[in-house]
């Protein structure tokens, strides 16, 4: 449309795309809520269990993505886990740049806790950069003092914006993301703050005191390193890690498990490791 600038372009088109991977939603239901001023979606499946809860942030680079662009997935998570998933629409870059994203997404945090959920019930998720604002938030978290979630799942996790890995290099054209698409990524979201803080970059922070971390990548995807330096960096700072690297796999296919089956098997493995991990919904 004329007059739309890049970025809304691009938010069109992933939107486009994503809507074309986007499943038989019959039996999904949602319900609109705000939570301290954050636009948000309940993701409800059948037998959703009231009080154990996901709290999710879709991926886009902080720039684009939403609950409707990630519905597939959504409702993939709520339906093996039997629980309710609240997904928010942060602020995006680069209108709202760095920290406001991350802000948003402590907010909801609070705001479930208010509400009555207990932090033992509750799990931290996301993906790419979603997954990078699970972690920035868990830091937060943790230096404020409030109580974390029982567990974290980072799915194919951007935590690194001073692009240190290697695999941004090492798998250039065998992913469908390009390491220039990153570097634009991070300076449209940085607006000029300092790429190496802890909450830009949780990868390079003291990941002490966090809650155990599910961490789900593909080998082929420009920041699988980013995923294994998050898993070696946060074992070593003492927190219980499951790293899950998908031989062949691109960055986030499991955005795409209407269409590919290893996205499919990949949302159910997690969602097993996961109830393994959180006492509360094994019990």
Same mark, same amino acid.
């Given at each position: 449309?004329?007059?739309?600038?890049?970025?809304?372009?691009?938010?069109?088109?992933?939107?486009?795309?994503?809507?074309?991977?986007?499943?038989?939603?019959?039996?999904?239901?949602?319900?609109?809520?705000?939570?301290?001023?954050?636009?948000?979606?309940?993701?409800?499946?059948?037998?959703?269990?009231?009080?154990?809860?996901?709290?999710?942030?879709?991926?886009?680079?902080?720039?684009?993505?939403?609950?409707?662009?990630?519905?597939?997935?959504?409702?993939?998570?709520?339906? =093996? #886990?039997?629980?309710? @998933? +609240? *997904?928010?629409?942060?602020? !995006?870059? $680069?209108?709202?740049?760095?920290?406001?994203?991350? &802000?948003?997404?402590?907010?909801?945090?609070?705001?479930?806790?208010?509400?009555?959920?207990?932090?033992?019930?509750?799990?931290?998720?996301?993906?790419?950069?979603?997954?990078?604002?699970?972690?920035?938030?868990?830091?937060?978290?943790?230096?404020?003092?409030?109580?974390?979630?029982?567990?974290?799942?980072?799915?194919?996790?951007?935590?690194?914006?001073?692009?240190?890995?290697?695999?941004?290099?090492?798998?250039?054209?065998?992913?469908?993301?390009?390491?220039?698409?990153?570097?634009?990524?991070?300076?449209?979201?940085?607006?000029?703050?300092?790429?190496?803080? =802890? #909450?830009?970059?949780? @990868? +390079? *922070?003291?990941?002490?005191? !966090?809650? $155990?971390?599910?961490?789900?990548?593909?080998?082929? &995807?420009?920041?699988?390193?980013?995923?294994?330096?998050?898993?070696?960096?946060?074992?070593?700072?003492?927190?219980?890690?499951?790293?899950?690297?998908?031989?062949?796999?691109?960055?986030?296919?499991?955005?795409?498990?209407?269409?590919?089956?290893?996205?499919?098997?990949?949302?159910?493995?997690?969602?097993?490791?996961?109830?393994?991990?959180?006492?509360?919904?094994?019990?």
């Amino acid at each position: 449309m004329r007059g739309e600038t890049p970025v809304e372009n691009a938010r069109v088109e992933f939107e486009r795309l994503m809507s074309s991977y986007t499943g038989d939603l019959a039996d999904v239901t949602r319900e609109e809520a705000i939570c301290s001023g954050v636009p948000a979606s309940w993701i409800l499946t059948p037998h959703a269990i009231y009080n154990r809860v996901v709290l999710y942030f879709h991926g886009g680079g902080f720039t684009m993505g939403s609950v409707q662009s990630h519905l597939e997935i959504l409702s993939r998570i709520s339906r =093996p #886990l039997s629980a309710r @998933v +609240l *997904a928010i629409d942060y602020r !995006l870059a $680069p209108e709202h740049p760095f920290p406001a994203a991350i &802000e948003d997404c402590v907010s909801a945090y609070r705001w479930l806790l208010r509400s009555g959920i207990s932090p033992d019930q509750m799990v931290l998720a996301g993906s790419s950069a979603g997954a990078g604002l699970v972690m920035s938030t868990l830091l937060m978290l943790r230096d404020c003092n409030d109580p974390q979630p029982a567990a974290a799942v980072c799915l194919c996790p951007f935590v690194d914006m001073t692009l240190q890995g290697d695999s941004l290099t090492a798998n250039h054209g065998r992913d469908w993301v390009t390491k220039s698409r990153v570097e634009a990524i991070v300076e449209t979201y940085l607006a000029g703050a300092d790429p190496a803080q =802890p #909450l830009a970059s949780p @990868v +390079l *922070a003291d990941l002490s005191g !966090l809650p $155990p971390i599910l961490i789900q990548a593909g080998r082929n &995807e420009i920041l699988v390193d980013d995923a294994r330096r998050l898993a070696a960096y946060a074992s070593s700072d003492g927190v219980q890690i499951e790293l899950d690297i998908w031989p062949e796999m691109i960055h986030m296919w499991q955005l795409f498990a209407a269409a590919i089956p290893e996205g499919a098997e990949a949302i159910e493995k997690m969602a097993k490791l996961l109830k393994k991990s959180v006492r509360a919904w094994s019990e």
